[in-house]
């Protein structure tokens, strides 16, 4: 799984820096992020100012993502912007975007924009950037405007939904691009 590749990723930046004491020392603790529902991607810093400055990146948001994603069906609009908090159904499993929070619970703040790339006959590819990056926000915004992530199970897809596309058992969610401030 991920952890072998993460291993495999620290070894061959130890193997590469050669004399690992001119470096700070790299190891798990210095992978700044990993965003966990995607394939892996990882920050890793060689130095530990430079980890620190991801680290405060990623904590104040300046970090830009781009996301590549296959969703279900035929979009109306070539871009546009999805701005809805996100909640946590009370299983706390599962989160919902919502035009009128429920005031009893905590409400997070979300917005992603997105662009349609290409459209096919029965999904289309879209660039999704977020201004924040909240937990299954591009998977909840995207379910919310009928437009779900293709093999998306977490949150439930009709058949009619997926239009005759097979149910796949992997999420076409995918980390393109990911731009921070260097040194």
Request: overall charge positive.
């Amino acid at each position: 799984g991920s952890r072998f590749w993460a291993s495999v990723v620290i070894t061959a930046l130890r193997d590469d820096a050669g004399d690992v004491r001119g470096f700070a020392k790299v190891t798990r603790d210095m992978t700044a992020h990993r965003a966990a529902e995607l394939e892996l991607r990882e920050a890793v810093a060689r130095t530990q100012a430079m980890y620190d400055l991801l680290i405060k990146q990623f904590a104040d948001h300046s970090i830009k993502k781009e996301y590549l994603v296959l969703v279900y069906g035929q979009m109306k609009d070539g871009s546009g912007t999805i701005d809805l908090p996100l909640q946590r159904y009370r299983d706390r499993t599962r989160m919902y975007a919502t035009k009128n929070p429920d005031i009893n619970r905590p409400a997070y703040p979300a917005v992603t924009h997105f662009e349609l790339l290409e459209q096919y006959p029965k999904t289309a590819l879209l660039k999704i950037t977020t201004e924040t990056g909240r937990l299954h926000q591009i998977r909840v915004h995207l379910t919310h405007m009928g437009r779900p992530v293709v093999g998306e199970a977490h949150y439930t897809v009709s058949k009619q939904t997926r239009g005759g596309v097979p149910k796949l058992d992997r999420l076409f969610l995918h980390a393109a691009k990911l731009g921070f401030t260097d040194l």
